[in-house]
């Protein structure tokens, strides 16, 4: 079986982990603001903090916002559902910005149009959150333009695209955004088993970060005594242990070379695919991506069989390919709380229908990849 991704773990990670197993602090000890450093610092931001997920990181970035009942947030319907689901944890509703069908990203057009008549109908959103779809960046100018002129916040879900770069910069500096997260499950680019990041310019979304991952709790109070603390705010327990700290801190020391590898493979499945009957991936002259995802779009005009036989096909020779994503807004969930139904946003659903995501993960070998290749050539005709 050849899985669309998975993680890349060498003995030097496993060092790593263990010697924090035969240290005193399992959680709350060095690792985790070592951690910090390492990718706060490759990433340009000014302030990083590491909390249990990318989930709990995208909750925490609403909440610095205060986001809350009768506000709004707008993202990506081309994305995973923890992108939508951190404002309805706040309480706020979810809206959908239509993707370009060039690069599945939100589509800036589309959040241009939507915005103006957001602001004619007085309901214009707090926050905004693009999507960086298989690891290319959105285009960030142009949403900081609009967040200028309209007033809401930009967080970038980043969870595909660290060591991917957007005009020469590392995704994550947050040149263009309030705030930008980033997740380390197995299958993103770098992994702490599970694990998110918020990085963000503004110190005091630092302190507020820090403060509702661990309960609302502060200790920068006049104490009554040693043991003194305050909880000023509702927090969460969102912590990351330092055992995961130190797999991140031991990952990031390969993480260029990630990037190599996976740029590699994209290079050979570009060569090799050109000319069948598929929309390969296209990249933005200013940017690079980090390849999280190597997603074909089926041509089905030109193919006997539809994308569910293909996709199963695949499945039966061994190769476990994958769907990303399903439109968020067609989730029962989302149909059921907001009404949105089948051609709300028609880019995404189309998109949906002839997307597969191809094996791509650093240890995907020559040979592997030349299976997928002559079997996705085979399944095709
Ligand atoms: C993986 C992912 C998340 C959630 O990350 P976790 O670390 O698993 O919570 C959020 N958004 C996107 C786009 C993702 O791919």
Known sequence: MIPY?????????????????RSDWLTQGPMVEKFE?????YCGARNAVAVCNATA??????????????????????????????????GADVDF???????????????????????KAGRLPKIVMPVHFAGQSCEMKAIRKLSDRYGFGVIEDASHAVSGRYEGRPVGSCQYSDVAVLSFHPVKIITTGEGGMLLTNRPEFLEKFRMLRSHGITRDVPPEGPWYYEQTDLGYNYRITDIQAA???SQMKRIDEFARQRLNLVTKYND???GLPLQLPWQATDCESSWHLY????????LKKGRKQIFEDLRSAGIWAQVHYIPVHLHPYYRKRFGFKDGDFPE?????????????????????????????????R
């Not at 993707?99 to 057009?109: E, L």
């Not at 997603?295 to 030109?302: G, N, P, S, W």
Request: net charge negative.
């Open 5 to 21: 991704s998975r993680q890349c773990i060498n003995p030097d990670d496993v060092d790593a982990v263990v010697d924090v197993l």
């Open 97 to 119: 910005v239509d993707i370009d069908p060039r690069t599945y990203n939100m589509s800036v057009a589309a959040l241009a149009e939507k915005l103006e008549g957001a602001k």
């Open 348 to 380: 995404a659903e189309l998109y949906y229908q002839e997307a597969i995501s191809l094996p791509l993960f650093p240890e995907l070998k020559e040979d592997e990849q030349a299976f997928v290749i002559s079997t996705l050539k085979d399944v095709l």
């Open 247 to 249: 797999l991140g801190v």
């Open 272 to 274: 090799a695919l050109e």
């Open 37 to 41: 450093g390492k990718v706060g610092g």
């Open 57 to 90: 990181a995208l909750h925490l970035a609403c909440r610095a916002f205060d986001l809350g009942p009768g506000d709004s947030l707008w993202t990506s319907p081309n994305t995973f559902v923890a992108s939508a689901n951190c404002a309805r944890y706040c």
């Open 295 to 302: 997603v074909v779009r089926l041509q089905l005009d030109r």
